[in-house]
């Protein structure tokens, strides 16, 4: 029912077989991306064809790895509405803003794109646990669509991520393990089970498929854009997966030609208290150094060292794009403003990219008639603790 192919290292370029279980690079320990016969596909596929089916992600489904449909595990995710923001974008001196709203999500997070992919793959496969460190929001995940498959599921995350997200791990039934540090302590901890139990490691990039359902935010601008590219396209990167995933998706739609080649480029925004990515873009370098005493309200920004940082800064590079920062109280008061002229209650990293755009138009980086597109990749309602402290500023 698919294009699927190969999975190659985008560092060495090494090919490893897609049909079995893999996690990174065996050559150089970079992070896989999965490979699709889409010559194939641009002769046998429509885009047409798909307006008429169901309005989640798996509308894509043949640019998406499962290979046999029984092995989807779906709660509804993707298909998200792109908003326009005019007021917001008055504010700003921006006529065409748009907010792709990832708070309708099952989980309240983009996170689920990622687990519907990352966990229908892994039933596919015949794994019967996987295990991963979280900030936060991928836990939650990951336990809801664990808990669909019957996957066992074990989640370590930092003693200080948010309470909802521990809690929302409980209920799903995962195994869950609280860390006193920060995620790149919990990891540590998830690879000694991988080593002890054979778990699967279902880590931030340490698995290929978790790209391939965050990269269906990509498919779904351009088609809810009639089939057409924006100009710009912000993005709050933790581990980056999601602006990987955009990144390919447009280079897969203009290998299909069902866009039209277009200049697209690519923001990134990261927290004042932790922006490797940042850092590097300014210095010029093909990747990041671990940032220490990482500190953000922006759980899912607090990644101090991201194992795709050379492709978050590939897409940067070569899509003529930046790297910007936003301070917490920067987010929590876009997040004031956005819920009071929008009716848009953000995430605090949803809230950095309102920030984003804010400083690149006072640059002058941003034209007023550039269309923009604002990830906001998750829901305010999952951070009742930012919201008040977003009601005290
Ligand atoms: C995980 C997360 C991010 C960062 O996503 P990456 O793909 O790791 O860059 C941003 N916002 C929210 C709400 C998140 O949960
Ligand atoms: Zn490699």
């Avoid at 489904?61 to 046999?68: F, G, K, T």
Wanted: glycine share 10%; proline share 5%; hydrophobic share 45%.
């Amino acid at each position: 029912m698919n294009y699927l192919s190969h999975l190659q290292c985008p560092k060495c370029q090494t090919r490893h077989d897609a049909h079995r279980p893999q996690n990174l690079c065996v050559n150089c320990g970079a992070p896989l991306l999965v490979h699709y016969r889409l010559a194939e596909a641009r002769r046998e596929l429509s885009r047409d064809v798909l307006a008429r089916r169901e309005k989640t992600m798996w509308r894509y489904r043949e640019l998406l790895p499962v290979q046999d449909e029984r092995n989807i595990v779906s709660l509804g995710e993707g298909f998200t509405p792109i908003l326009p923001a005019p007021r917001l974008g008055a504010r700003i001196g921006l006529d065409r803003l748009l907010v792709k709203d990832e708070g309708l999500n099952p989980t309240g997070t983009f996170k689920a794109r990622g687990a519907s992919a990352g966990v229908s793959r892994a039933k596919e496969l015949g794994i019967k646990a996987v295990a991963m460190p979280t900030a936060g929001n991928a836990g939650g995940a990951w336990a809801a669509y664990g808990a669909q498959a019957r996957l066992e599921t074990h989640i370590a995350m930092p003693e200080d991520a948010p309470e909802i997200n521990q809690l929302e791990c409980r209920i799903y039934g995962a195994d869950l393990t609280l860390v006193n540090g920060l995620i790149s302590d919990a990891g540590r901890l998830i690879a000694q089970g991988v080593k002890e139990h054979g778990w699967f490691d279902t880590a931030t990039l340490k698995e290929p498929y978790r790209i391939e359902g965050k990269k269906t935010m990509g498919l779904e601008i351009a088609e809810q854009l009639g089939w057409r590219l924006p100009d710009v396209v912000i993005y709050p990167a933790g581990g980056g997966v999601g602006i990987i995933g955009i990144w390919k998706a447009f280079k897969e739609l203009l290998e299909l030609g069902w866009v039209a080649a277009k200049p697209v480029r690519f923001v990134v925004v990261q927290a004042q208290g932790c922006a490797p990515l940042v850092r590097a873009f300014q210095e010029r370098r093909q990747d990041s150094e671990f940032w220490q005493n990482a500190r953000t309200l922006a759980s899912g920004l607090r990644v101090p060292k991201a194992l795709g940082d050379f492709l978050v800064l590939r897409a940067l590079t070569e899509s003529g794009g930046i790297a910007v920062e936003a301070s917490d109280g920067e987010m929590l008061d876009a997040m004031n403003r956005a819920a009071k002229v929008e009716g848009l209650f953000i995430c605090p990293e949803g809230a950095a990219t309102v920030v984003a755009a804010q400083k690149l138009r006072a640059r002058r980086w941003l034209n007023a008639s550039d269309e923009v597109v604002l990830i906001n990749t998750g829901s305010g309602l999952k951070y009742p603790e930012a919201a008040r402290q977003a009601l005290m500023v």
